[in-house]
């Protein structure tokens, strides 16, 4: 049997576009040096220890499927499934080695805000406001751009970037009980480039706007009866107590803190995606399975946007 270990370990990645190049170079600054791209031309897929799929959307399950059988570890990119009938199969399956990608909930801001729902110092959470923009859509590419071309749910402004949103949400909140979508077309007249998300909970309220056609910003504000957590474009920030006053003993805007700070939002994101690597790396370095509620939380996610986008006319 192969001695697991990051000289040891043979890694093989399903995929070869950017996002792979990412996984690949977050694994070798992680220690793991024996990073291979599947060839399927020349390899074989009994020679590794660890799966990474990074392949099509619409192709994961397929591979969930070759590799299962394996009975090794597999990193699988969001989805895991891009219809109802593999979604249920997954739930039937609950693999303890198969780990989901929604690295957003790996993130500074999320496990801020999780630690503060705990200790209940900032109060009763209120309400949840993100904003996700930017100006892809003016550019003359944008047509060719491969989140535009295709049709499939999961390459729409919705499905590729609004499923990060909702899995934030359904980790913070628990059960989501309906998502209204309301989808708008600034640039195109096929598919949209805008849309608002309300996430309805029992928590609090959620809403959620997403576009390709206007300027950049990135932020995620979370609003407790006693503070503000928010992130913005990399930087977290805490604003507390509620009840600031100026000389005047008027309301003011609480004192800010920094809880950290990136110098760009990419940067902030791929610090999630390496703490969520580093968390399935440890699972495999210590055979442990991967938690229950993480592959639950990945199968609920995906399933509710299928249902709400179910009526959608792109």
């Given amino acids: 049997m192969r001695i697991l270990g990051s000289e040891y370990m043979k890694i093989t990645i399903i995929g070869y576009k950017n996002h792979a190049l990412r996984l690949k170079s977050i694994l070798n600054k992680l220690g793991y040096d024996n990073v291979v791209n599947y060839n ?19 192709t994961h399950m397929e591979w969930i499927d070759k590799l299962k059988e394996q009975d090794k570890y597999i990193f699988c990119e969001k989805p895991p499934a891009t219809n109802l009938e593999d979604i249920g199969r997954l739930e039937v399956l609950l693999n303890k080695k198969l780990y989901f990608n929604f690295n957003y909930r790996c993130s500074t801001l999320v496990d801020t805000a999780k630690h503060y729902m705990e200790t209940k110092e900032l109060g009763k959470l209120l309400y949840i406001d993100c904003i996700s923009t930017h100006g892809l859509a003016f550019k003359e590419s944008f047509q060719d751009n491969w989140r535009f071309k295709s049709d499939n749910l999961f390459s729409s402004i919705i499905g590729n970037l609004g499923i990060h949103y909702i899995d934030l949400v359904g980790y913070l909140c628990g059960n989501i009980t309906n998502i209204n979508i309301k989808t708008g077309s600034i640039v195109s007249d096929t598919l949209p480039d805008t849309a608002t998300l309300d996430i309805v909970n029992e928590l609090c309220d959620v809403k959620v706007f997403l576009s390709y056609a206007a300027p950049f910003r990135n932020q995620v504000t979370i609003l407790f009866d006693n503070g503000i957590l928010e992130l913005r474009d990399g930087k977290v920030t805490l604003q507390t107590p509620r009840d600031a006053v100026d000389e005047n003993g008027m309301f003011k805007p609480p004192n800010y803190t920094t809880i950290s700070e990136f110098s760009t939002s990419k940067e902030y994101y791929d610090d999630s995606l390496k703490t969520s690597i580093e968390y399935f790396m440890n699972c495999v370095e210590n055979n442990e399975p991967i938690l229950t509620e993480h592959y639950n939380q990945s199968i609920n996610t995906t399933k509710k946007l299928i249902k709400a986008l179910g009526n959608q006319v792109f």
């Fill in 40 to 58: 399927y031309h020349t390899d074989s897929l009994e020679d590794s220890d660890v799966y990474f799929i990074s392949s099509p959307n619409e």
